[in-house]
């Protein structure tokens, strides 16, 4: 597993995604992004993405609202 985190105000209704390189992120395709989850009250935001065993490898990425 890969865990992402970070800390990010949005508007309501609003999500943090991360889009990246790799297949388990997209391959920079936001369609196919990780949505984070929510920390109430924190502005923390995470994500466990399973990364393939044999690559264990996850590239570049970034994350978008």
């Known amino acids: ?5 970070t800390r ?3 508007e309501y209704g609003q999500g943090v ?3 990246g390189s790799c297949a388990e992120l997209g391959r920079w395709d ?9 920390v109430e009250h924190s ?5 466990n993405v ?9 590239g570049c990425f ?4």
């Open 50 to 58: 399973p990364i393939r065993s044999n690559t264990n490898k996850i």
């Open 17 to 19: 995604y991360v889009v």
């Open 1 to 5: 597993f890969a865990t992402f985190t």
């Open 62 to 65: 970034d994350y978008i609202i």
């Open 30 to 38: 936001v369609s196919k992004s990780v949505k984070l989850k929510y």
């Open 43 to 47: 502005g923390l935001w995470f994500a």
């Open 8 to 10: 990010w105000h949005v």
